[in-house]
């Protein structure tokens, strides 16, 4: 056949790689930190002054 070529070693290791599921625990230990960073500053954000009356505010309006 004209036109096809053997893929490398290199291409041949990138699509093993690419036919991974899930992940390695480095992975797991760096998406876990992402999650805890994220729910301390999704917690300080609630938990402020502003967005702590906002809520209430909206809370209020949909009980009446």
Known sequence: MQGVTK???GGKFAAKMRGE???STAEYAVGTLAAVAFAGVLLKV???GP???ALTALI???LA
């Open 7 to 9: 893929p490398s070693w």
């Open 21 to 23: 599921s899930g992940m």
């Open 46 to 48: 609630v938990t402020s």
């Open 51 to 53: 967005v702590q009356s």
């Open 60 to 62: 209020e309006k949909a």
